[in-house]
């Protein structure tokens, strides 16, 4: 069964911090793997697409990378904001149907002002 | 990106009733998703909405339960049957596009509450 894992689960930090959340996979075969943020009730939104071929993707202040080897990626966020608090998902695409995702758990994150 | 209106928003039913929910993208696409969010716990695939032919159901969800329509490429309904509190989740649609085809993107979820 392909299990993808997030660590932490909860984590908090003042205002302008860096930060890292973590993903990892038990199956090694890396598909697309996508980040997604949701706020409180609300749907998903689409932070950062890597692609299989890729190792990394950028926006603005989100850095995405992805180790196959390892079968790990990172979400790093600079100088965070309150805005950015939210649960922070990873999801990596099934073997075979690369637009079926599998979810981790989600980190929480609190930006504390 | 694909724009995808969910409705509805939210609900709170009664226990034994059905109750469906639309998903309509704003362009045509071939697959859409449905995934169910149990409170504290992350997304689960549903089924894929086939246009023109049954649902493809994931194990443990069953047609009779998660009835799908998709009679267009732009619109698809899941019907939540019999409901019971343990049904009592976020439901959300979703599909590919983009320039690759490949980013996922998600409406903005149906919140479901069963007492």
């Known amino acids: 069964k392909q299990e993808v894992t997030q660590i932490p689960a909860a984590l908090s930090v003042p205002e302008g911090e860096n930060l890292v959340l973590n993903c990892s996979f038990t199956d090694s075969a890396i598909y697309n793997l996508q980040w997604f943020r949701q706020d409180p009730g609300k749907g998903l939104t689409s932070l950062l697409l890597i692609q299989s071929s890729q190792r990394e993707q950028t926006s603005g202040r989100l850095n995405a990378s992805l180790d196959k080897s390892s079968g790990r990626s990172t979400l790093y966020i600079a100088a965070s904001q309150p805005g950015d608090s939210a649960t922070y998902l990873c999801?990596?695409?099934?073997?075979?149907?690369?637009?079926?995702?599998?979810f981790g758990t989600g980190t929480l994150l609190a930006v504390q002002p | 990106s694909a724009v995808i209106s969910q409705k509805p928003s939210r609900d709170i039913c009664q226990r034994g009733t059905s109750l469906t929910i639309q998903c309509q993208v704003d362009?045509?696409?071939?697959?859409m998703f449905w995934y169910r969010q149990q409170p504290g716990q992350s997304l689960t695939l549903i089924a894929t909405?086939?246009?023109?032919?049954?649902?493809?159901?994931e194990s443990g969800f069953v047609i009779d339960k998660f009835p799908i329509s998709r009679p267009n490429l732009t619109f698809s309904t899941l019907t939540v049957s019999n409901m019971s509190p343990e049904d009592s989740s976020i439901y959300l649609c979703?599909?590919?596009?983009?320039?690759?085809?490949?980013?996922?993107?998600f409406g903005e979820g149906s919140w479901l509450t069963v007492v």
């Open positions: 979703s599909t590919p596009t983009g320039s690759s085809g490949n980013t996922i993107y």
């Open positions: 909405a086939n246009q023109g032919s049954e649902a493809t159901y």
């Open positions: 362009s045509q696409v071939t697959m």
């Open positions: 999801s990596k695409g099934r073997g075979g149907a690369t637009n079926k995702l599998i």
